[in-house]
């Protein structure tokens, strides 16, 4: 198995880097951070807290002072080395190394300035601080604001739910090791931090009780109950520290040499000389790091279905945002016309029926045209009125004999125009309906989403081919129009003087064929004639408009493009392959995430099992 502190050197390392990819604790739960088991520091202002960190680390190294002084969660990594000089490091500064602690202490101070302001206010945007030396236990620790009980001036009226908030956020997770620390002089009923504990790990398993500040206790008392666990019952043992005395702190001694103190305290204390081997900073800090190895071990299987499941959910994102692109220009026209075949495929699942919205365009041939054709005013066209003044116009200065002929023709013709507008209402309509299918489609395509100028060019040259399908559409149409004025059918005009009216006198002189009756007959004549071009106009506009313009828009919409595209340089060609910089980004994020989920993955699995 893994040598003693090889996996929480390894975890620190993974818990590094998924800070610096942004995937660390205290945001979304889910993530490999928050799957790797550390050490939350939990206890009221003033428990001694800061003292117990520093006998831990061996090193004078946090802010003092008076009321709220930890303002920030400073996650503190401790990496043992085997020797060499001390050193620390904070993610904010990255390749800055500190080996003055005093300065390491005002950097803490800068540092929650800098985002608090000079005001007594907090931030759960946490410090990441990582300490290298030979006199510390392979340990990740989280020093949480004191709880407190009543706000002082210049702090919110919230700031004692906002604290205990922001401390259930990180002892609330399940792999989260409590240490609750709680003053030797303050009745353990009343302890903030054992309150805390109780409410989040009720049985006990995840909390570790350090009582402080023993050698400040009143005379004749001790806490034998509380350390031997009758006072309040832990699944772990208590731990008892005695802390740097305030004169010990002004005249900057040592903290080696204080372990050494406290250790002689121990010893030679007749209340707590039993319990000598179990006491003091340096054995918490080996307790801490021999139980945080033993979680960990205990947690690799769920760690590596963790790491598996989202490896497998990124590389799913990866493929969905595009992967990384060649380089060479051959690698960018590939793409470049791959990107325009998806788009090509979703248009045509919108014509097909595979996706909404082609059948808008049987909608302009089954309802818009008819009620178009409907509407046109022949009645008003057709009138007694108008047949009678359309019939003498033609006629001139000499009547018609018979049938008149020239009248037919202009009433037919000036009929027949009225169907332009319907005719190119439609071609007009079909049109509207295939650009918004261009956009539909190029916005469903996913794979275009991460190539904004791409899209950009491949919308504008299937609009222009539109226009063309349009022109050619209109043309048509038109042309069909015209060509039912240009040969009037013979077989209508051949049945006329077949077909008297009836009753009506053929001994009628010339000067009484614009009577009524016989008027109304040429405009029902009329009337008869172009509801049969009507009908075929129905029937022949919808197969010009598909033909022109619906056919050609599925098999040569982008035909130009792929033309003008195989013409351009490199430099072109990257240009059009410029994305959306938020979505390269994100896709050099999740690359960087997975490199470093796969890595884990590795480590754990070679270190785990040595």
């Known amino acids: 198995m893994a040598t003693m502190g090889s996996l929480i050197g390894l975890v620190n390392r993974i818990q590094q880097a998924c800070t610096v990819l942004g995937d660390h604790g205290g945001g979304a739960g889910g993530s490999l951070w928050e799957a790797l088991p550390s050490v939350a520091v939990v206890g009221g202002q003033s428990s001694g807290k800061s003292s117990v960190l520093e006998s831990i680390v061996g090193r004078d190294f946090l802010p003092r002072g008076s009321g709220i002084v930890t303002r920030r969660p400073l996650v503190l990594q401790l990496h043992k080395t085997e020797g060499g000089q001390e050193y620390a490091e904070f993610l904010h500064a990255p390749r800055k190394r500190f080996s003055d602690f005093a300065a390491v202490r005002k950097e803490i101070a800068d540092e929650t300035d800098r985002m608090t302001g000079k005001s007594k206010a907090i931030s759960n945007v946490p410090i990441h601080l990582s300490i290298y030396s030979p006199h510390v236990v392979n340990l990740t620790l989280i020093d949480l604001p004191g709880l407190t009980k009543v706000a002082v001036e210049g702090q919110p009226e919230s700031i004692v739910q906002d604290i205990e908030n922001m401390v259930r956020t990180y002892v609330d997770k399940p792999n989260s090791i409590i240490l609750a620390i ?164 979703v248009f045509k699942e919108h014509l097909d029926g595979g996706r909404p919205g082609g059948d808008r365009i049987y909608g302009v041939f089954d309802h818009q045209l008819p009620a178009a054709l409907k ?200 240009a059009m392959l410029d994305e959306d910089p938020a979505l390269m980004e994100k896709r050099d994020s999740l690359v960087k995430k997975l490199e470093l989920y796969k890595s884990a993955r590795n480590e754990i699995d070679s270190v785990a099992w040595k």
């Not at 008392?221 to 009758?230: K, S």
């Not at 007749?270 to 801490?288: I, Q, R, S």
């Open 182 to 345: 709680s003053p030797a002089n303050q009745d353990i009923a009343t302890s903030d931090a054992i309150k805390l504990a109780k409410e989040v790990d009720p049985t006990g398993e995840r909390t570790f009780g350090v009582v402080t500040k023993l050698d400040l206790m009143d005379k004749g008392t001790n806490a034998i109950d509380v350390l031997e666990g009758r006072s309040y019952r832990l699944q772990h043992p208590w731990v008892g520290i005695v802390n740097r005395s305030q004169a010990d702190i002004n005249k900057n001694v040592d903290m080696l040499a204080a372990r050494r103190k406290e250790q002689e305290y121990f010893q030679s204390s007749p209340d707590y000389g039993h319990l000598a081997h179990k006491m003091g900073a340096e054995y918490l800090a080996k307790l801490l790091s021999q139980h945080l190895e033993a979680v960990i071990k205990a947690k690799i299987p769920s760690i590596i279905s963790m790491i598996n499941k989202t490896v497998d959910e990124i590389e799913a994102e990866l493929d969905r945002l595009g992967r990384p692109i060649g380089g060479d220009a051959g690698a960018q026209l590939y793409t470049i016309l791959d990107m325009c075949r998806a788009f090509d495929r």
């Open 375 to 574: 509407k046109l005013p022949f009645d008003k066209h057709l009138s007694l009125q108008n047949v009678r003044k359309v019939i003498s116009e033609a006629d001139g200065y000499q009547p018609h004999l018979i049938a008149p002929e020239q009248g037919y023709r202009r009433l037919i013709d000036s009929s027949l125009s009225y169907f332009r507008g319907p005719a190119e209402a439609s071609v007009d309509a079909v049109h509207l309906v295939l650009k918004e299918l261009v956009r539909r489609s190029i916005a469903a395509t996913e794979e275009l989403k991460r190539f904004p100028t791409l899209q950009s060019d491949i919308a504008a040259a299937a609009n222009e081919s539109l226009e063309r399908f349009r022109e050619d559409g209109r043309k048509t149409v038109i042309r069909l129009v015209d060509m039912e004025a240009s040969y009037l059918t013979v077989e209508f005009f051949r049945k006329l003087p077949t077909e008297p009216d009836k009753g009506a006198n053929n001994n009628t002189p010339a000067n009484d064929r614009y009577q009524d009756n016989h008027l109304r007959r040429i405009g029902s004549n009329v009337s008869s004639y172009i509801n049969m071009v009507c009908d075929t106009l129905r029937n022949t506009i919808p197969k010009a408009v598909v033909h022109c313009q619906v056919k050609e828009a599925k098999r040569n919409l982008l035909n130009r493009f792929y033309a003008h595209v195989g013409s351009k340089e490199k430099k072109q060609l990257s």
